[in-house]
Protein backbone atom coordinates (compact mmCIF):
# COMPACT_ATOMS: atom_id res chain seq x y z
CA UNK A 1 0.00 0.00 0.00
CA UNK A 2 1.28 3.55 -0.44
CA UNK A 3 2.58 5.54 2.45
CA UNK A 4 0.14 8.58 2.19
CA UNK A 5 -3.36 8.71 4.27
CA UNK A 6 -6.16 10.33 3.85
CA UNK A 7 -8.75 11.01 7.01
CA UNK A 8 -12.55 10.62 6.27
CA UNK A 9 -13.47 12.00 9.35
CA UNK A 10 -13.47 15.54 11.24
CA UNK A 11 -10.82 16.53 13.36
CA UNK A 12 -12.26 17.80 16.31
CA UNK A 13 -11.19 18.28 20.00
CA UNK A 14 -14.62 17.43 20.88
CA UNK A 15 -15.22 14.04 21.02
CA UNK A 16 -13.29 10.30 20.40
CA UNK A 17 -13.27 10.36 17.09
CA UNK A 18 -12.13 13.91 16.58
CA UNK A 19 -9.33 13.29 19.03
CA UNK A 20 -8.27 10.48 16.99
CA UNK A 21 -7.74 12.45 13.85
CA UNK A 22 -6.62 15.18 15.59
CA UNK A 23 -3.21 12.99 16.83
CA UNK A 24 -2.81 11.39 14.09
CA UNK A 25 -2.39 14.65 11.90
CA UNK A 26 -0.17 15.79 14.66
CA UNK A 27 1.47 12.93 14.69
CA UNK A 28 1.90 12.81 10.78
CA UNK A 29 2.71 16.37 10.38
CA UNK A 30 5.92 16.30 12.85
CA UNK A 31 6.59 13.35 10.47
CA UNK A 32 6.91 15.31 7.48
CA UNK A 33 3.95 12.73 6.06
CA UNK A 34 1.35 15.60 6.86
CA UNK A 35 -2.42 13.68 5.81
CA UNK A 36 -4.68 14.75 3.34
CA UNK A 37 -8.28 15.67 5.01
CA UNK A 38 -11.43 14.73 3.26
CA UNK A 39 -13.89 16.31 6.08
CA UNK A 40 -13.72 20.03 7.03
CA UNK A 41 -11.56 20.38 10.28
CA UNK A 42 -13.04 22.02 13.03
CA UNK A 43 -10.40 24.45 13.71
CA UNK A 44 -12.67 26.53 16.29
CA UNK A 45 -12.73 23.20 19.06
CA UNK A 46 -9.30 23.09 19.37
CA UNK A 47 -6.47 24.74 21.64
CA UNK A 48 -4.96 27.36 19.54
CA UNK A 49 -1.32 25.15 19.93
CA UNK A 50 -3.09 22.76 18.00
CA UNK A 51 -4.50 24.95 15.47
CA UNK A 52 -1.07 26.58 14.72
CA UNK A 53 -0.21 22.63 14.22
CA UNK A 54 -2.51 21.58 11.86
CA UNK A 55 -4.14 25.01 10.03
CA UNK A 56 -2.26 23.96 6.98
CA UNK A 57 -3.80 21.03 6.18
CA UNK A 58 -7.31 23.33 5.76
CA UNK A 59 -5.51 23.82 2.03
CA UNK A 60 -5.45 20.19 1.24
CA UNK A 61 -8.98 20.09 1.81
CA UNK A 62 -9.86 22.98 0.29
CA UNK A 63 -8.22 21.61 -3.19
CA UNK A 64 -9.69 18.14 -3.23
CA UNK A 65 -13.20 19.45 -2.31
CA UNK A 66 -12.68 21.16 -5.29
CA UNK A 67 -11.78 19.16 -7.73
CA UNK A 68 -14.49 16.95 -6.15
CA UNK A 69 -16.89 19.16 -6.99
CA UNK A 70 -15.99 20.07 -10.26
CA UNK A 71 -16.91 16.08 -10.55
CA UNK A 72 -20.52 17.01 -9.97
CA UNK A 73 -20.27 14.57 -6.80
CA UNK A 74 -18.36 11.41 -8.80
CA UNK A 75 -16.66 9.28 -6.63
CA UNK A 76 -13.06 10.41 -6.68
CA UNK A 77 -9.93 7.42 -6.84
CA UNK A 78 -7.31 9.17 -4.65
CA UNK A 79 -3.27 8.12 -6.41
CA UNK A 80 -0.52 7.20 -4.02
CA UNK A 81 -2.63 7.06 -1.19
CA UNK A 82 -4.21 4.83 1.32
CA UNK A 83 -7.61 6.52 2.46
CA UNK A 84 -8.54 6.05 6.10
CA UNK A 85 -12.52 5.27 6.22
CA UNK A 86 -14.89 5.91 9.69
CA UNK A 87 -17.22 3.64 10.33
CA UNK A 88 -19.91 3.57 12.66
CA UNK A 89 -22.28 0.58 14.26
CA UNK A 90 -23.04 -1.86 11.16
CA UNK A 91 -20.08 -1.07 9.52
CA UNK A 92 -22.04 1.82 7.51
CA UNK A 93 -19.48 4.85 6.45
CA UNK A 94 -19.97 8.48 6.54
CA UNK A 95 -20.61 10.77 3.13
CA UNK A 96 -16.90 11.70 2.64
CA UNK A 97 -16.33 7.39 1.67
CA UNK A 98 -19.00 7.61 -0.93
CA UNK A 99 -16.54 10.55 -2.49
CA UNK A 100 -13.03 9.35 -1.91
CA UNK A 101 -11.43 6.03 -2.53
CA UNK A 102 -8.13 5.63 -1.77
CA UNK A 103 -5.76 2.93 -3.96
CA UNK A 104 -5.83 0.93 -0.39
CA UNK A 105 -9.22 1.34 1.83
CA UNK A 106 -8.65 0.77 5.66
CA UNK A 107 -12.10 0.64 7.53
CA UNK A 108 -11.46 2.10 11.23
CA UNK A 109 -14.36 1.45 13.86
CA UNK A 110 -15.08 1.00 17.61
CA UNK A 111 -18.53 -1.01 17.43
CA UNK A 112 -21.07 -1.91 20.28
CA UNK A 113 -23.65 -3.75 18.05
CA UNK A 114 -22.58 -6.83 17.25
CA UNK A 115 -25.10 -8.08 14.42
CA UNK A 116 -23.30 -9.96 11.80
CA UNK A 117 -25.59 -10.40 9.19
CA UNK A 118 -24.77 -10.56 5.34
CA UNK A 119 -25.38 -6.76 4.90
CA UNK A 120 -22.95 -5.57 7.94
CA UNK A 121 -20.05 -8.58 6.24
CA UNK A 122 -20.51 -7.54 2.90
CA UNK A 123 -20.13 -3.93 3.96
CA UNK A 124 -17.00 -4.55 6.34
CA UNK A 125 -15.09 -6.72 3.52
CA UNK A 126 -15.20 -3.81 1.25
CA UNK A 127 -12.34 -3.05 3.07
CA UNK A 128 -8.94 -4.02 2.54
CA UNK A 129 -7.46 -3.99 6.24
CA UNK A 130 -9.87 -3.10 9.33
CA UNK A 131 -8.30 -1.20 12.34
CA UNK A 132 -9.95 -1.53 15.62
CA UNK A 133 -9.52 -0.35 19.31
CA UNK A 134 -10.13 -2.80 21.26
CA UNK A 135 -8.92 -6.40 22.04
CA UNK A 136 -13.05 -6.92 22.66
CA UNK A 137 -13.38 -5.66 18.74
CA UNK A 138 -10.27 -8.21 17.25
CA UNK A 139 -11.33 -11.02 18.02
CA UNK A 140 -15.29 -10.26 17.26
CA UNK A 141 -14.11 -10.15 13.61
CA UNK A 142 -11.65 -12.68 13.83
CA UNK A 143 -14.47 -15.11 14.72
CA UNK A 144 -16.17 -13.82 11.42
CA UNK A 145 -13.13 -15.04 9.37
CA UNK A 146 -11.49 -11.35 9.08
CA UNK A 147 -7.89 -12.02 8.95
CA UNK A 148 -6.64 -8.51 8.33
CA UNK A 149 -7.44 -6.87 11.81
CA UNK A 150 -5.11 -4.29 13.20
CA UNK A 151 -5.77 -2.74 16.91
CA UNK A 152 -4.35 0.44 17.91
CA UNK A 153 -5.13 1.63 22.12
CA UNK A 154 -6.82 5.31 22.13
CA UNK A 155 -5.36 7.09 24.83
CA UNK A 156 -4.74 10.35 26.40
CA UNK A 157 -2.77 14.18 26.17
CA UNK A 158 -1.30 14.44 29.46
CA UNK A 159 -0.38 17.78 28.46
CA UNK A 160 -4.52 18.52 28.68
CA UNK A 161 -4.70 16.62 31.98
CA UNK A 162 -2.24 17.94 34.17
CA UNK A 163 -1.95 16.82 37.59
CA UNK A 164 -3.55 19.26 40.02
CA UNK A 165 -3.78 19.52 43.58
CA UNK A 166 -7.16 19.51 45.52
CA UNK A 167 -9.00 22.97 46.04
CA UNK A 168 -11.64 21.79 48.50
CA UNK A 169 -14.17 23.05 45.62
CA UNK A 170 -16.62 20.02 47.40
CA UNK A 171 -15.71 20.86 50.76
CA UNK A 172 -14.87 17.47 52.53
CA UNK A 173 -17.25 15.37 50.76
CA UNK A 174 -16.00 12.47 49.52
CA UNK A 175 -16.38 12.64 46.01
CA UNK A 176 -17.95 10.23 43.43
CA UNK A 177 -17.18 11.26 39.59
CA UNK A 178 -19.32 9.31 36.36
CA UNK A 179 -18.66 10.13 33.54
CA UNK A 180 -20.06 9.15 29.51
CA UNK A 181 -23.46 9.98 27.80
CA UNK A 182 -26.82 8.86 29.38
CA UNK A 183 -27.80 5.87 27.47
CA UNK A 184 -28.54 1.69 28.85
CA UNK A 185 -24.86 0.89 27.20
CA UNK A 186 -22.72 3.28 29.48
CA UNK A 187 -24.76 1.90 32.76
CA UNK A 188 -26.31 5.19 34.90
CA UNK A 189 -28.52 3.25 36.18
CA UNK A 190 -26.20 0.88 38.16
CA UNK A 191 -24.44 3.90 39.37
CA UNK A 192 -27.21 5.59 40.61
CA UNK A 193 -28.37 1.98 42.61
CA UNK A 194 -25.23 1.58 43.98
CA UNK A 195 -24.62 5.21 44.96
CA UNK A 196 -27.85 5.03 46.74
CA UNK A 197 -26.85 2.31 48.93
CA UNK A 198 -23.49 4.03 49.78
CA UNK A 199 -24.33 7.22 50.34
CA UNK A 200 -26.86 6.16 52.68
CA UNK A 201 -24.14 5.03 54.73
CA UNK A 202 -21.83 7.55 54.01
CA UNK A 203 -24.00 10.48 53.87
CA UNK A 204 -20.71 12.68 53.27
CA UNK A 205 -20.78 11.42 49.94
CA UNK A 206 -21.17 13.42 46.42
CA UNK A 207 -22.17 11.82 43.20
CA UNK A 208 -20.52 14.46 40.12
CA UNK A 209 -21.76 13.83 36.65
CA UNK A 210 -21.14 14.67 33.69
CA UNK A 211 -23.60 12.90 31.78
CA UNK A 212 -24.86 15.25 29.20
CA UNK A 213 -24.39 14.59 25.38
CA UNK A 214 -25.95 16.97 22.23
CA UNK A 215 -28.29 14.46 21.48
CA UNK A 216 -30.16 13.76 24.16
CA UNK A 217 -32.85 11.50 22.55
CA UNK A 218 -30.32 8.73 22.54
CA UNK A 219 -30.60 8.68 26.50
CA UNK A 220 -33.84 7.40 25.83
CA UNK A 221 -32.58 3.51 25.98
CA UNK A 222 -31.83 3.53 29.35
CA UNK A 223 -35.25 3.08 30.20
CA UNK A 224 -34.55 -0.52 29.41
CA UNK A 225 -32.59 -1.24 32.88
CA UNK A 226 -35.18 -2.63 34.96
CA UNK A 227 -34.02 -0.59 38.15
CA UNK A 228 -34.99 2.73 36.79
CA UNK A 229 -38.78 3.92 35.78
CA UNK A 230 -38.25 6.04 33.08
CA UNK A 231 -35.37 7.83 30.92
CA UNK A 232 -34.66 11.48 32.12
CA UNK A 233 -36.92 14.04 30.65
CA UNK A 234 -35.78 16.28 27.60
CA UNK A 235 -36.57 20.41 28.90
CA UNK A 236 -38.68 22.24 26.30
CA UNK A 237 -37.02 24.76 26.64
CA UNK A 238 -33.40 24.23 26.59
CA UNK A 239 -33.25 20.88 25.06
CA UNK A 240 -31.20 19.34 27.79
CA UNK A 241 -31.69 16.44 30.26
CA UNK A 242 -33.10 17.05 33.61
CA UNK A 243 -30.26 14.92 34.94
CA UNK A 244 -30.65 16.16 38.50
CA UNK A 245 -34.38 15.59 38.65
CA UNK A 246 -33.75 12.01 37.22
CA UNK A 247 -31.55 11.25 39.97
CA UNK A 248 -33.85 12.83 42.68
CA UNK A 249 -36.59 10.38 41.08
CA UNK A 250 -34.35 7.41 41.82
CA UNK A 251 -33.25 7.76 45.20
CA UNK A 252 -30.40 10.43 45.40
CA UNK A 253 -30.81 13.19 47.75
CA UNK A 254 -30.31 16.12 46.05
CA UNK A 255 -27.98 17.56 48.05
CA UNK A 256 -26.16 14.10 47.06
CA UNK A 257 -26.07 15.13 43.36
CA UNK A 258 -24.46 17.43 41.14
CA UNK A 259 -24.98 17.48 37.50
CA UNK A 260 -22.21 19.68 35.82
CA UNK A 261 -23.78 19.94 32.48
CA UNK A 262 -21.91 20.19 29.39
CA UNK A 263 -18.28 20.73 30.10
CA UNK A 264 -15.01 21.65 28.11
CA UNK A 265 -11.81 19.94 27.55
CA UNK A 266 -9.94 22.46 29.70
CA UNK A 267 -12.62 21.95 33.04
CA UNK A 268 -11.52 18.17 33.12
CA UNK A 269 -8.63 17.79 34.84
CA UNK A 270 -9.88 20.75 37.40
CA UNK A 271 -12.97 18.81 38.29
CA UNK A 272 -10.90 15.10 38.43
CA UNK A 273 -9.02 16.77 41.18
CA UNK A 274 -11.14 17.16 43.18
CA UNK A 275 -12.90 13.52 43.03
CA UNK A 276 -12.14 10.73 45.11
CA UNK A 277 -13.28 7.61 42.99
CA UNK A 278 -14.67 7.71 39.64
CA UNK A 279 -16.95 4.52 38.01
CA UNK A 280 -17.75 3.13 35.02
CA UNK A 281 -20.12 -0.09 35.07
CA UNK A 282 -20.75 0.10 31.36
CA UNK A 283 -22.24 -2.65 30.05
CA UNK A 284 -20.02 -2.11 26.64
CA UNK A 285 -17.09 -0.40 25.06
CA UNK A 286 -16.09 -0.88 21.85
CA UNK A 287 -12.76 0.82 22.52
CA UNK A 288 -11.03 1.52 25.90
CA UNK A 289 -13.36 4.70 27.62
CA UNK A 290 -11.90 7.69 26.80
CA UNK A 291 -13.44 8.88 30.43
CA UNK A 292 -12.11 6.87 32.65
CA UNK A 293 -8.48 6.86 30.68
CA UNK A 294 -8.89 10.54 31.51
CA UNK A 295 -10.04 9.68 35.53
CA UNK A 296 -6.75 7.29 35.44
CA UNK A 297 -4.66 9.75 33.89
CA UNK A 298 -5.57 12.52 36.47
CA UNK A 299 -4.70 10.31 38.92
CA UNK A 300 -8.24 9.21 40.15
CA UNK A 301 -9.01 5.60 41.46
CA UNK A 302 -11.09 4.19 39.05
CA UNK A 303 -13.88 1.26 39.29
CA UNK A 304 -14.42 -0.61 35.59
CA UNK A 305 -16.57 -3.26 34.44
CA UNK A 306 -14.63 -6.02 33.66
CA UNK A 307 -16.23 -6.41 30.07
CA UNK A 308 -15.57 -5.56 26.52
CA UNK A 309 -13.21 -2.59 26.04
CA UNK A 310 -12.90 -2.37 29.52
CA UNK A 311 -10.46 -5.68 29.32
CA UNK A 312 -7.91 -3.79 27.87
CA UNK A 313 -7.40 -0.93 30.85
CA UNK A 314 -7.89 -3.89 33.64
CA UNK A 315 -4.06 -4.83 34.69
CA UNK A 316 -1.19 -5.13 37.26
CA UNK A 317 -3.83 -4.01 40.27
CA UNK A 318 -4.38 -0.25 39.46
CA UNK A 319 -8.21 -0.27 39.82
CA UNK A 320 -11.11 -2.12 41.24
CA UNK A 321 -12.65 -4.40 38.99
CA UNK A 322 -16.29 -5.59 38.57
CA UNK A 323 -15.33 -9.38 38.12
CA UNK A 324 -19.39 -10.34 38.63
CA UNK A 325 -20.38 -10.06 35.30
CA UNK A 326 -24.18 -11.22 33.97
CA UNK A 327 -24.70 -11.33 30.17
CA UNK A 328 -27.07 -8.81 29.08
CA UNK A 329 -29.79 -11.06 27.39
CA UNK A 330 -29.12 -10.81 23.34
CA UNK A 331 -31.59 -12.61 21.29
CA UNK A 332 -30.90 -10.81 18.29
CA UNK A 333 -27.34 -11.26 18.66
CA UNK A 334 -26.41 -7.27 18.41
CA UNK A 335 -24.89 -7.19 21.87
CA UNK A 336 -22.38 -10.05 21.78
CA UNK A 337 -20.12 -9.79 25.46
CA UNK A 338 -22.36 -6.74 27.02
CA UNK A 339 -22.68 -7.65 30.68
CA UNK A 340 -24.69 -6.22 33.73
CA UNK A 341 -22.34 -5.24 37.19
CA UNK A 342 -23.02 -6.88 40.24
CA UNK A 343 -24.48 -3.60 42.24
CA UNK A 344 -23.20 -5.00 45.46
CA UNK A 345 -19.98 -5.28 44.20
CA UNK A 346 -19.99 -1.93 43.30
CA UNK A 347 -20.81 -0.77 46.70
CA UNK A 348 -18.24 -3.23 48.16
CA UNK A 349 -15.57 -1.05 46.02
CA UNK A 350 -16.91 2.35 46.89
CA UNK A 351 -16.73 0.92 50.67
CA UNK A 352 -13.21 0.12 50.18
CA UNK A 353 -11.61 2.99 48.73
CA UNK A 354 -13.83 5.08 50.95
CA UNK A 355 -12.10 3.30 53.91
CA UNK A 356 -8.74 2.94 52.99
CA UNK A 357 -7.50 6.35 51.42
CA UNK A 358 -3.58 5.06 51.40
CA UNK A 359 -4.59 1.66 49.20
CA UNK A 360 -6.77 3.86 46.73
CA UNK A 361 -3.88 6.57 46.26
CA UNK A 362 -1.40 3.81 45.58
CA UNK A 363 -3.47 1.71 43.18
CA UNK A 364 -4.75 5.62 41.53
CA UNK A 365 -1.14 6.15 40.87
CA UNK A 366 0.25 3.32 39.37
CA UNK A 367 -2.84 3.69 36.93
CA UNK A 368 -2.15 7.34 35.91
CA UNK A 369 1.75 6.31 35.20
CA UNK A 370 0.02 3.26 33.14
CA UNK A 371 -2.15 5.82 30.60
CA UNK A 372 0.56 8.79 30.78
CA UNK A 373 3.15 6.63 29.88
CA UNK A 374 1.78 3.68 27.20
CA UNK A 375 -1.56 4.59 26.49
CA UNK A 376 -1.12 7.84 26.03
CA UNK A 377 -2.44 9.83 22.58
CA UNK A 378 1.45 10.17 20.67
CA UNK A 379 1.81 6.38 21.41
CA UNK A 380 -1.79 5.54 19.83
CA UNK A 381 -0.83 7.87 17.10
CA UNK A 382 2.26 5.71 16.34
CA UNK A 383 0.71 2.40 16.41
CA UNK A 384 -2.39 3.52 14.09
CA UNK A 385 -0.05 4.70 11.72
CA UNK A 386 2.04 1.61 11.61
CA UNK A 387 -1.42 0.10 11.45
CA UNK A 388 -2.34 1.68 8.03
CA UNK A 389 1.03 0.96 6.19
Known sequence: MAQNLALTWQLTEMHGWGLVGVHTALCLVDRKQPPLLLAKPAFITMRPSTQEKLRDLSHGYEQISAVSAKHGGRALRLHDCVALHALGNGFHHGPPSDLYQGEGNIGVIAFEDTLFNAETLKRARHYDRIIVHSTYNHDLLVAQGFTDVRVAFQGVDPTEMPLLPRTGRFGDRFVVFSGGKIEYRK??????????????????????????????????DIAESPLINQAPVIDAETGRLRISEWAAAHGVPPDAFIDLGFITRPQIAPILAECHAAIFPNRCEGATNLVAMEAMACGVPVILSDNTGHRDLIRDDHCLALRQQTPVTDKAERRRGWSDSSVDEMVAHLESLYEDRKAARAMADRAKIFIRIDRNWRNFAESFIEAAQ
Open 187 to 220: AQDLVLAAFRIFQARHPDALLVTAWHNAWPHTSA
